[in-house]
């Protein structure tokens, strides 16, 4: 009976949304659907019962209307590019994808902003803005595909966040279309903006608040001048204290970003560069002409100190890209080192990178499983490349258990589970890890404030019963008391 009930809701929905979007923006055929049923995350599926495709905040807003009235659960997504199963559909619920919605509504340069809707890509910003001397600071390595609105959800940051900081630094203000299909504008123009800063609490909830709809986002003037170099190491441990160093200093690169050999090994093969160390580490400083040649001046003579072996200097623009070719690269790069990998973001302090770095080459010699290290150094945030064969039920079972191990590690180390991909469906289980009973209470009441029912993006970022039994501490919050708590707030 409730799979005949699900089946005719579904029914209704999708003659509701033919007439919001029109016939040829609504999927059910199974072919069509099974494009939706993982994001990057591949080793996690389900397939969508019906997805559809808006093109404005009017049709996602009675899309959602239909959903809430229908008691439909439904999933925001934009490109698919996310690598913790934020975006993974449920079987009775439908995809809202944003990828029709991929226009730059106005570019302010006088204010240093641009208008955006969530399906144009990180680097279409940056593009747009070039020719006038700005760009886009957050630059996450999938930034040619990865959307604006996928990167607030995740909060999303890159090799640069290090000194420009995160997606949050750079969002002024967002339209967005809550889970009963209400549109508000969260944040505001100005620096400073009166009354709870809600656009911070949406900034991250991984699409469980809301969906964006239109953004603001800040752009930075080009610096003045820049510096990248790469040094080399006999030792990952030896990379991992020089970027304590560097910091140490009273420097703040723009980046520093860190290969191990395996991660060196995928990119190579990539693109041809004849890097061959145990490490290789990038920084990249920027700003004033002066204060950059000084601080390089500092960095290369840090490098020194702890036994580089070669330290290359980007001796002109071309080179400079080659260099983040090459380690935007490892991650795709990586697919050479074997059949199959994870892709793990856990985070920790920066003065414990070599001792995380030793703690995890003792679980992959535990697992019987390759770890490819690339990261982002500077802020000690970790993306392990776990390798194994899919087609080995073991390796498939290890891979896992091995990804969730790191996880725990960076805990025990005063770290985090994640620090840009998100908790999503994988690391949700993981979340008490981090926080107590009463702490997951208190988030999901604030998301229960978005979301009484538990319609947006159901099963993302909190523990729940279905992914992860019974959290004991965590009380999980009635509708009727979210209900209640909504209207208070």
Known sequence: MAATQTTDRLGTLAERARAIVGPVWVLSDPAQLSTYECDGLTNQRERPGLVVLPASTDEVAAVVRACHELGIPFVARGAGSGLSGGAMPRAEGVVIGLARMREILAVDLPNRRV?????????????????????????????????????????????????????????????????DGAVVR??????????????????????????????????????????????????????????????????VPAAVEMMDRLAIEAARAVTKMDWDAESALIVELDGPESEVRSQFEAVTRICAAHHAREVRVAASPAERAAI???????????????????????????????????GIAALSERYGLRVANVFHAGDGNLHPLVLYDSAVPEQVEQSEELAMAIVALCVEFGGSITGEHGVGTEKACSMPKMFDGDDLTAFDRVRGAFDPDGLCNPDKLLPTPRLCGEVPGFHRVHPVERAGLGDRL
């Open 115 to 179: 208008t955006v809707q969530p399906g144009v890509t990180n680097l279409a910003i940056t593009e747009a803005v070039a020719p006038h001397g700005f760009y886009y600071a957050p630059d996450p390595s999938s930034q040619q595909v990865c959307t604006i609105g996928g990167n607030l959800a995740e909060n999303a940051g890159g090799a640069h966040c290090l000194k420009y900081g995160f997606t949050v630094n750079h969002a002024l203000s967002a339209v967005v279309v809550l889970a």
């Open 186 to 251: 969260l944040g505001a123009d100005a620096p400073d903006a009166p009354g709870l800063d809600l656009l911070g609490v949406l900034i991250g909830s991984e699409g469980t608040c809301g969906i964006v709809t239109e953004a603001v986002v800040g752009i930075l003037p080009k610096p003045q001048h820049v510096e990248t170099l790469v040094a080399f190491f006999d030792t990952v441990e030896e990379g991992g204290e020089t970027v304590s160093a560097i910091i140490s200093a009273g420097i």
């Open 324 to 358: 983040w070719t090459a380690r935007k690269s490892a991650f795709a790069a990586a697919g050479r080192l074997a059949p199959a990998y994870r892709v793990q973001d856990g985070v920790i302090p920066r003065t414990r990178l070599p001792e995380v770095l030793r």
